[in-house]
């Protein structure tokens, strides 16, 4: 799932709802442009410039951690957020591609995202001799209780490393599973869904002298049916 995709989309669905008329007002040879380009790319990538597409691709192309790293972030991952059934965990949700991805699209993360990875190896090495994605769920898990607190009356990049580290690989741990379709299947979200309607009460259709169409009624007010697309004949009325 496409996280940036998801967010645009939720941006400029509300901004177009709200605000049709401006959008439409503003438009420019230019702008006309970045939509036929947008719509062009629409089925890959969703709501991207030109200059957006292009980045995306060169970040797409470019490696930053090598076999065993992405093992290990894989192996972080589940200690940080335990997977559960039936919809997976952190590897199902693909967040070590995620963490890659952020360590090359904000370069400013690399040298942590780096250096706590050769720092886990090496505390793993060092207590049990193994690297850290071969030690045990429970070594992992000493490993993890050393590193996972931090001084917050103190600047966090004024802690060791490691501290950093683990604070970066929760946060996009846990963001990422939960913007994810397995993270989400988990919450049980299921976005907006609309409220049963039983058409206007009784007593005040009584009180207005006003009563509904048997026909109509049947037709609209037929709770069996809300899941069901309307559909219309050729001069407006109502089929189903």
Known sequence: MDRRKSLQTLILGGAA???????????TD???????????????????????????EKLQAEQLFNEHEMETIAALSVVILPPKEPHGGPIEAGVP??????????????????????????????????????????QKKQICDA???????KPLDEQPLE??????????????????????????YKGNQPNVWDG???????????????????????QSKRNEIAE???EGNLLT
């Not at 970045?34 to 030109?50: C, H, L, M, N, W």
């Not at 501290?163 to 049980?188: P, W």
């Not at 206007?200 to 037929?222: M, S, T």
């Open 97 to 138: 591609e995620l963490v890659e991805f952020m360590g090359k699209d904000i370069p400013e993360m690399a040298p942590t995202l780096l250096g706590g990875l050769m720092w886990l190896d090496h505390k793993s090495n060092t207590e049990f001799g193994t690297e850290f994605k071969s030690a045990t769920l429970e």
């Open 200 to 222: 206007v009460p009784q007593d005040v259709l009584d009180q207005h002298g006003v009563a509904y169409d048997p026909e109509w009624i049947a037709k609209c007010v037929d």
């Open 163 to 188: 501290i950093q580290f683990f604070y970066m690989m929760r946060g996009l741990t846990v963001t990422g599973y939960y913007t994810s379709k397995v993270g989400i299947a988990d919450l049980g």
């Open 17 to 27: 709802a709200s605000s049709g008329l401006v959008f439409n007002a503003c438009k």
């Open 232 to 234: 219309w004949d050729d």
């Open 30 to 56: 230019k702008t006309e442009a970045v939509d036929q380009a947008i719509t062009e790319s629409s089925d890959k990538y969703f709501g991207r410039t030109p200059e957006e597409l292009e980045r995306l």
């Open 147 to 153: 590193i996972c607190w931090h001084d917050t009356e």
